[in-house]
């Protein structure tokens, strides 16, 4: 039936409009995990003081 055409535009938009909402949202509210650091540390050199 040609009337009820308007009604499955019309939840076709809700349907979309609520899943964009709740993309949105769930990004908004989405914390983001500390990154780990690598477990090897850093060499650092050993200043030489020379004496000759």
């Known amino acids: ?3 009820m055409e308007p009604l ?18 769930m990004n908004y509210y989405f914390k983001s995990l500390p990154k780990m650091e690598s477990p090897i540390e850093k060499f650092s050199y050993p200043s030489k003081l020379w004496k000759w």
Do not use: A, E, G, T
Request: charged letters at 0%; hydrophobic letters at 70%; zero cysteines.
């Open 8 to 25: 499955l535009w019309l939840n076709l938009f809700i349907m979309f409009l609520i899943s964009f909402s709740v993309y949105f949202i």
């Open 1 to 3: 039936m040609p009337q």
